[in-house]
């Protein structure tokens, strides 16, 4: 330890579970965009003119004492404010002694950029549940880097003419490091080939395969789209049921009995709409909930399918799962508006497709995801395959009636050079859109 660390672990207290306003500083990028602050019994106020592209913040140098691992806590209350998840929001830097920036803790993929030691960049905590009475909990917990001496942390206010925002019982302090959230990811590979099946005999050929995934200790296994249609009929809407209805109650049994979690894609009747869906069925053999194609080719357009119109996320034993399905991975918007909501993993039910594509929904986006595909495995085309948030590969089937199978740590996140912790600036960064 250099002697000026070892003077300000001296000086220093630790960690204050919160601080008062007098401590923080309203600050802004530039004079002529500055907004109004104010502080009142521990509340700190931002306010906005009706302008756009004002922009100020509260800042407060936190001292880190020796601690491993901090975690941020604050309550935040907007009004007037468009978009929350981009205009009201927290950064946090890490300094060394002398006020430097310092190493990351995490490793970068050295595919890219070689054997470099990156800098720690800053982080920005995810907004939570709703408090009540308009208050959102905002909260993140983070690995401290090795020479990090101080956390400056800033609570924003930007790009919201006439808004205003108040930051409440705002603390970093000490904290135990972030479990392993190991999960083992499977993906069924088979063409289904053939024809003049039933839907029964379909459901039944995806039997040994989930038992193989199984006994690999697969948590999720991902299906194919339209399993139910596949050398059965062309026409989806002869063979498509109610959810919950035999199908889910086939696959439940299925997941209940080898403790994991099936995704299933079939066609859903819905009194007289039909829809190409994707079903989460958890180990307790219920449905967690579907998703609905929401991008339909002209071929599903032809057969009177409906388009879906939400994007759901689901909670699970391991952590937050969308669904997509199909023609959904030619469009950005479907898996961006996933891993808005959350979603760290998504899973894709797929006839066939653009491998790339998966591979871009992956790095645009800072998720696993989890593919099941009819398409020819010695093609140029899409894969059966397991992929990283980086969109590598990190298993492909290599033949029909296999399973691929690959365990991942959900709680380490994804370190680009140059950028960070990318999946924790895409709420806080990218475009807006009417929908929200």
């Known amino acids: 330890m250099n002697i000026a660390r070892w003077l300000l672990l001296f000086?220093?207290?630790?960690?204050?579970?919160?601080?008062?306003?007098?401590?923080?500083?309203?600050?802004?990028?530039?004079?002529?965009?500055?907004?109004?602050?104010?502080?009142?019994?521990?509340?700190?106020?931002?306010?906005?003119?009706?302008?756009?592209?004002?922009?100020?913040?509260?800042?407060?140098?936190?001292?880190?004492?020796?601690?491993?691992?901090?975690?941020?806590?604050?309550?935040?209350?907007?009004?007037?404010?468009?978009?929350?998840?981009?205009?009201?929001?927290?950064?946090?830097?890490?300094?060394?002694?002398?006020?430097?920036?310092?190493?990351?803790?995490?490793?970068?993929?050295?595919?890219?950029?070689g054997d470099v030691v990156p800098l720690a960049k800053p982080d920005f905590p995810k907004d939570g549940n709703a408090q009540g009475d308009g208050w959102v909990g905002v909260s993140g917990r983070y690995r401290v880097p090795e020479k990090a001496v101080s956390a400056v942390v800033q609570l924003h206010l930007r790009w919201a003419p006439g808004g205003s925002v108040i930051w409440k019982d705002v603390s970093l302090k000490a904290a135990e490091p972030l479990p392993p959230r190991k999960v083992k990811l499977a993906a069924v590979h088979t063409n289904l080939s053939g024809s003049g099946r039933t839907v029964a005999e379909n459901r039944s050929l995806f039997v040994p395969l989930i038992e193989e995934a199984a006994s690999q200790g697969a948590d999720l296994v991902v299906l194919p789209e339209l399993l139910t249609c596949k050398g059965v009929t062309h026409d989806y809407a002869s063979v498509a049921e109610t959810i919950p209805g035999a199908t889910t109650d086939f696959f439940g049994a299925l997941a209940k009995e080898h403790d994991c979690y099936l995704v299933v894609g079939m066609p859903e009747k819905s009194g007289i709409l039909v829809y190409n869906v994707a079903v989460l069925i958890g180990p307790d053999g219920k449905v967690v909930g579907k998703y609905r194609k929401v991008t339909l080719p002209r071929e599903e357009i032809d057969r009177g399918i409906a388009p879906g119109s939400e994007y759901p996320v689901f909670e699970t034993r391991f952590g937050i799962v969308g669904l997509m399905v199909c023609y959904d991975v030619f469009f950005p918007e479907v898996a961006r508006r996933l891993a808005m909501s959350g979603a760290e993993v998504i899973a894709l039910p797929i006839w066939g497709g653009n491998p790339r594509l998966a591979a871009a929904r992956c790095a645009e986006n800072g998720i696993y995801l989890v593919s099941s595909t009819y398409t020819d495995h010695s093609k140029n085309w899409m894969k059966s395959a397991i992929w990283d948030r980086e969109g590598n590969r990190l298993e492909t089937a290599e033949e029909w009636n296999s399973v691929i199978v690959r365990e991942v740590d959900l709680s380490q996140p994804n370190y680009w050079y140059g950028l960070g912790d990318f999946q924790s600036r895409i709420a806080r960064e990218a475009p807006v859109w009417n929908a929200e």
């Not at 404010?81 to 927290?90: D, I």
Request: one cysteine or more.
């Open 11 to 113: 000086l220093i207290l630790p960690i204050p579970s919160a601080v008062s306003a007098d401590d923080w500083i309203l600050k802004s990028p530039r004079p002529d965009i500055a907004i109004e602050g104010t502080s009142v019994d521990g509340e700190l106020t931002l306010t906005s003119r009706d302008e756009e592209g004002l922009n100020g913040y509260w800042e407060r140098e936190f001292p880190l004492g020796e601690a491993g691992w901090v975690e941020f806590l604050a309550s935040r209350k907007a009004t007037g404010v468009e978009y929350e998840r981009r205009s009201c929001v927290v950064r946090i830097e890490w300094k060394g002694a002398s006020g430097e920036s310092v190493a990351s803790p995490y490793p970068v993929n050295s595919d890219y950029f």
